[in-house]
């Protein structure tokens, strides 16, 4: 199926847009078979249930949260969200996997609970119901991953703390939580 040249890839599902070889001005989609029923072949699949789709979901409620209560925080509420990043870090040498699980939610449940959007608070918690569904073995991380996970954490609390009203919060936290992808 040929696009018309006006389109361009942002326009488009980024997993089934190529570049066409007709030109460089034109472009062609390009239908990919998955490898079983229902998956696409970056892993995800159609089903909005899925693991990924639930963590994008996520990530994505959770960014505009915090982004949206970010200004509200205070620093009382900065300072709890380090205390618990505290408790992550020393966590790391000695991994309990729901402990650690339910520091890194907690973390989180900090930054965005400022949000004036009740709706959206709901939401987060929906999703997270679901991730608890289909979770099947308990989150484990290796310790270099852990340091990595409470390393941004930091950063986060620190961008927060220097400038509550930076568009960047919603994008640094969704890429993060996106990498994180537990509870």
Known sequence: MILEEKMTPHDLNPRTFRPGQQGPSSATMVEEEPSSPGASPDGWTDDPQSRGRIVEAIAMLESAATAMGAAALTPADLRSARQTNQ???EAAGHEVPGRVVELIGEFHRQLYARCANSRLIELIGEEMTLLRAVEHDPVRLSPA???GIVEEHEQLVD???TDPTAPTIRYVLRAHR???CYL
């Open 159 to 161: 961008l927060i703390a």
């Open 87 to 89: 408790l992550l870090a």
């Open 178 to 180: 996106e990498r994180v």
């Open 145 to 147: 991953r852990l340091r």
